[in-house]
């Protein structure tokens, strides 16, 4: 678990760096897929993360709009301001923390009822999801997209014989 976190949050920052040659008004341009253009998919895959692992919690969801957050620099302080508190959680995993329920009151009036452990893997599975719509768009601009290679990146220790 943890080391997919990590892979997350390596990416996430390549991109970033990416985005620090790219203008304002590409970062910010409405894109076809997705929730809109590449500024506003970091901000969405920063909310999201944060969002799961407070519900997990039992604590509040973020309730901002991306409005707030309408620059790299501006997203790349919200990213550093909620990462302590999802690295926190993440660190702290266990296996204990699998199979327990979490509920979550759906509109419908009925509950959703899923595991700790699904909703874990979600949140990998949603940012790897969004960091391929960022690559499609990547070469929409003319630019080579981030690596999403896991190989390479230093995740893991070779174990001792």
């Given at each position: 678990m943890q080391t997919m976190f990590r892979y997350n949050w390596l990416v996430r920052e390549d991109w970033y760096r990416w985005c620090e040659d790219v203008s304002e008004t590409e970062l910010l341009?409405?894109?076809?897929?997705?929730?809109?253009?590449i500024l506003h998919t970091l901000f969405?895959?920063?909310?999201?993360e944060w969002s799961w692992i407070r519900a997990l919690q039992g604590?509040?969801?973020?309730?901002?709009?991306?409005?707030?957050?309408?620059?790299l620099a501006k997203v790349r302080?919200?990213?550093?301001?909620?990462?302590?508190?999802?690295?926190?959680?993440?660190?702290?995993?266990?296996?204990s923390m699998e199979h327990r329920p979490h509920l979550d009151p759906q509109p419908n009036g009925?509950?959703?009822?899923d595991t700790w452990g699904e909703i874990m893997r979600h949140v990998i599975a949603h940012h790897i999801h969004h960091?391929?719509?960022?690559?499609?768009?990547?070469?929409?601009?003319?630019?080579?997209?981030?690596?999403?290679?896991?190989?390479?990146?230093?995740l893991m220790e070779i174990a001792a014989e």
């Open positions: 341009r409405a894109r076809t897929g997705g929730i809109g253009g969405h895959m920063v909310d999201v604590k509040p969801d973020f309730q901002e709009s991306f409005n707030a957050y309408d620059s302080e919200l990213d550093r301001a909620f990462r302590m508190d999802v690295e926190s959680f993440v660190l702290a995993w266990d296996n009925k509950v959703a009822v960091a391929g719509q960022l690559s499609v768009w990547a070469r929409e601009v003319g630019k080579k997209p981030v690596s999403a290679n896991v190989i390479g990146r230093g």
